[in-house]
Antibody
Framework: QLQLQESGPGLVKPSETLSLTCTVS??????????WGWIRQPPGKGLEWIGS???????FYNPSLQSRVTISVDTSKNQFSLKLTSVTATDTAVYFC???????????????WGQGTLVTVSS | DIQMTQSPSTLSASVGDRVTITCRAS??????LAWYQQKPGKAPKFLIY???SLESGVPSRFSGSGSGTEFTLTISSLQPDDFATYYC?????????FGGGTKVEIK
C-alpha cells in the first residue's frame, strides 16, 4: 500500500524559508506513470495546488507561487521536497504531499495523499 | 486561471437522503474534473475522476456527472460516514484549481 509522509519544521519565522520533505513508501517515486505534488490548505479554508514534479525533475508550478517555490526530487531516497521562500503569515497552512496521476506529461489529479503537516509562520 | 465554484457551501441532510452538490467551472473543462471527500483533520480522499468515473473501492452510492462547465456529485443514500466536506478539482489546464468546498452536515 502506497504511503506518503510529510516532515519538516512546524514553525517558520516570517521572511524565512519553509522546507518540507515527503517520503514515499510502498512504491517507487521513479514510476513513469506519476508525478508527485504539494497542496496546501490554510486553516478553515480550501485547497491550493502548489506544484508537481516528475522523477526526472520536470516540474509544474502554480504561477501564484512560482517566484517563491522550488520542488525537487531525490530518487535515491524515494523523497521529494518543497521549499517556499520569503514566507509570511498567509503561508500558514496544512501542507499535503500527494501522488499525481499524469498522462503525456500533464498532471491530472491526486489519488494518494500524505496526512498533512501544519506549518505556522510566526515570529 | 479557471475558477471552480461549488454550491451550496453547506448542506444539511439526514441519513438516507439523496444529496447533490454542484461544481461550476469558469471556462469549459470538458470532463477533466475530480472529486474528493475530506473529514476534519484528515487528508482529502480521492473519489471520482473524469467527472463520472468512480475510483476503485469507492462505494457505488457516490456518482458524478456533467461536462463542459457544470458538474454534480450525488450521494444516492447518505450514510453516517459521508458527513464531510467535498471538493471538486479541474485538471483541464494549469494551475490546477479546486472548488471552495461543500460541507455536508447532519440535519
Amino acid at each position: 500500500q502506497l504511503q506518503l509522509q510529510e516532515s519538516g519544521p512546524g514553525l517558520v519565522k516570517p521572511s524565512e524559508t519553509l522546507s518540507l520533505t515527503c517520503t514515499v513508501s510502498g512504491g517507487s517515486i521513479s514510476s513513469s506513470s506519476y508525478y508527485w505534488g504539494w497542496i496546501r490548505q490554510p486553516p478553515g479554508k480550501g485547497l491550493e495546488w502548489i506544484g508537481s514534479i516528475y522523477y526526472s525533475g520536470s516540474t509544474f508550478y502554480n504561477p501564484s507561487l512560482q517566484s517563491r517555490v522550488t520542488i525537487s526530487v531525490d530518487t535515491s531516497k524515494n523523497q521529494f521536497s518543497l521549499k517556499l521562500t520569503s514566507v509570511t503569515a498567509t503561508d500558514t497552512a496544512v501542507y499535503f504531499c500527494a501522488r499525481v496521476i499524469s498522462r503525456v506529461a500533464a498532471v491530472y489529479y491526486f489519488d494518494y495523499w500524505g496526512q498533512g503537516t501544519l506549518v505556522t509562520v510566526s515570529s | 486561471d479557471i475558477q471552480m465554484t461549488q454550491s451550496p457551501s453547506t448542506l444539511s441532510a439526514s441519513v438516507g437522503d439523496r444529496v447533490t452538490i454542484t461544481c461550476r467551472a469558469s471556462h469549459i473543462i470538458s470532463s477533466w474534473l475530480a472529486w474528493y471527500q475530506q473529514k476534519p483533520g484528515k487528508a482529502p480522499k480521492f473519489l471520482i475522476y473524469k467527472a463520472s468515473s468512480l475510483e476503485s473501492g469507492v462505494p457505488s452510492r457516490f456518482s458524478g456527472s456533467g461536462s463542459g462547465t457544470e458538474f454534480t456529485l450525488t450521494i444516492s443514500s447518505l450514510q453516517p460516514d459521508d458527513f464531510a466536506t467535498y471538493y471538486c478539482q479541474q485538471y483541464h489546464s494549469y494551475p490546477l484549481t479546486f472548488g471552495g468546498g461543500t460541507k455536508v452536515e447532519i440535519k
